[in-house]
């Protein structure tokens, strides 16, 4: 596709259970991004990869939260026994290289109830 | 947590008129970018400044960067009802680093 793909684009789900968020970012997109925001607040960052590595994950708030990119294209945002403050739009992005503009997904919608 | 912090945190203005959003950040940076929000769902880039750069324009809009005082500036000429949506300052601190956002401001175009 042209741009960033998120799914899905909402997920509701009952505290304790486990999620999957998918990024796939804009083919040839080195550097990938994963950002939360709450409600009237800026992004937040999570975690940042370069290529298949996760080069900062200083965001991930907590060890229920992980994130993968195995082959260096997709990748997959995984949050464990899920609490009602998870509850956010996950917003993913991707750039050329380190340093570019970023494009941004339009985001996942995660309800947790 | 936030680099930057946007003033005013809400902004409303006349069609035509022109909006001001000022963005402050606390450490040094490689360059700041803006992007605006829609709904609260993507973001969009708008423009990026190095911070060898002092001022840049694309089309209606116009960024200045302040090293000195860890500030910059996004200036919106001749509003428009569509311009409405939030806006976003992003820093980063060296080239292969994070973006790190601040809080954003809300402008409200009336038409």
């Known amino acids: 596709g042209a741009g960033v793909s998120q799914t899905p684009s909402n997920k509701v789900t009952e505290k304790g259970k486990y999620v999957e968020l998918r990024c796939d970012p804009i083919?040839?997109?080195?550097?990938l991004y994963w950002y939360r925001q709450s409600l009237g607040q800026g992004p937040e960052f999570l975690i940042y990869f370069q290529g298949t590595g996760a080069a900062d994950d200083s965001g991930l708030p907590n060890d229920r939260f992980f994130a993968v990119r195995p082959e260096g294209s997709v990748s997959t945002l995984k949050i464990q026994r899920t609490e009602r403050g998870d509850s956010a739009v996950y917003l993913c992005a991707s750039s050329l290289t380190y340093g570019d503009e970023a494009f941004f997904g339009q985001g996942t919608r995660l309800t947790v109830v | 947590s936030q680099q930057g912090e946007e003033d005013p945190q809400a902004l409303s203005i006349q069609e035509g008129e022109n909006a001001t959003m000022n963005c402050s950040y606390k450490t040094s940076i490689n360059n700041l970018q803006w992007y605006r929000q829609n709904s609260g769902r993507g973001l969009v880039h708008l423009i990026l400044i190095r911070s060898n750069e002092r001022e840049k324009h694309s089309g209606r809009l116009r960024v200045t960067l302040d090293t000195s005082k860890k500030s910059s500036s996004l200036l919106i000429t001749a509003s428009r009802a569509a311009d409405t949506a939030s806006y976003f300052c992003?820093?980063?601190?060296?080239?292969?680093?994070?973006?790190?956002f601040g809080t954003g401001t809300r402008l409200a175009v009336r038409p």
């Open positions: 992003a820093t980063r601190k060296s080239s292969g680093d994070k973006l790190t």
């Open positions: 083919s040839g997109h080195t550097a």
